[in-house]
Nanobody, 130 residues
Framework: QVQLVESGGGSVQPGGSLRLSCEVS????????IAWFRQVPGKEREGVSC????????RYVDSVKGRFTISNDAAKNTVYLQMNSLRPDDTAVYYC???????????????????????WGKGTQVTVSS
């Protein structure tokens, strides 16, 4: 049974940090790229970052470059999103998802990655507020 379970969300002040985790089961990190998305009410889900060790790729949306770092631990079948210098506009529900194209630019640069994921987690809330 495929599962993706996010954890690590919470409330922080602007400038603070959080580390999100996405633990996957039912497949390995070699089988899929793992992506992070975020969504606020009334807006479309936005691709934030993606990593595929198999393909040797990692991607970030421009708004988080230099602040967020994606990494993985194959032994734990877990992907992390380290979020530093958080801003109020980072507030959202964060989801992880399994990317069958392993973060390929054809999906992430020239299309809408949220339409290409095979599996999704249920999300974790991140709130950045003073």
């Amino acid at each position: 049974q495929v599962q993706l379970v996010e954890s690590g969300g919470g409330s922080v002040q602007p400038g603070g940090s959080l580390r999100l985790s996405c633990e996957v089961s039912g497949f390995t990190l070699a089988d899929y790229g793992i992506a992070w998305f975020r969504q606020v009410p009334g807006k479309e889900r936005e691709g934030v970052s993606c990593i595929s060790t198999t393909a040797g790729r990692s991607r970030y949306v421009d708004s988080v470059k230099g602040r967020f770092t994606i990494s993985n631990d194959a032994a734990k079948n877990t992907v992390y999103l380290q979020m530093n210098s958080l801003r109020p506009d980072d507030t959202a529900v964060y989801y992880c998802a399994a990317d069958p194209l392993r973060c390929h630019e054809g999906l992430w640069v020239y299309s809408q990655p949220q339409n290409g994921m095979d599996y999704w987690g249920k999300g974790t809330q991140v709130t950045v507020s003073s």
